[in-house]
């Protein structure tokens, strides 16, 4: 079973930055697509940004377009999201999640092809 696990999260002002990372805990992430979600208290969880098994395709939700960035290390063992210009509307418990590999060059912002989710890291960010 695959294992997620977040880090990066805190309390930073407005106008400040983060670097999220997503670590899988058994092996790396070969096969797998790799989605980056926030759920913010009283809202539906919604994608934020993707990147496709090989790295050659992502995706970015357009309200934190220009803001934030998915990469991942050589050994993709490590997935991040760098996050800039932070606004307190960022504010949200930020998930990440990996399916496996439906297609080529693929990654989506819906839920249902996630298989596997971590246990979240809270961002906050104050005005």
């Known amino acids: 079973q695959l294992q997620l696990v977040e880090s990066g999260g805190g309390l930073v002002q407005s106008g400040g930055s983060l670097r999220l990372s997503c670590t899988a805990s058994?092996?790396?992430?070969?096969?797998?697509?790799i989605g980056w979600f926030r759920q913010a208290p009283g809202k539906e969880r919604e994608g934020v940004s993707c990147i496709s098994d090989r790295g050659s395709i992502t995706n970015i939700a357009d309200s934190v377009k220009d803001r934030f960035t998915i990469s991942s290390d050589n050994a993709k063992t490590t997935v991040y999201l760098t996050m800039n210009s932070l606004k307190p509307e960022d504010t949200a418990v930020y998930y990440c999640?990996?399916?496996?590999?439906?297609?080529?060059?693929?990654?989506?912002?819906?839920?249902?092809?996630?298989?596997?989710w971590g246990q979240g890291t809270q961002v906050t960010v104050s005005s």
């Open positions: 058994r092996f790396n992430m070969d096969g797998l697509f």
């Open positions: 999640a990996a399916g496996w590999r439906l297609e080529r060059n693929f990654c989506t912002f819906s839920t249902g092809p996630y298989k596997f």
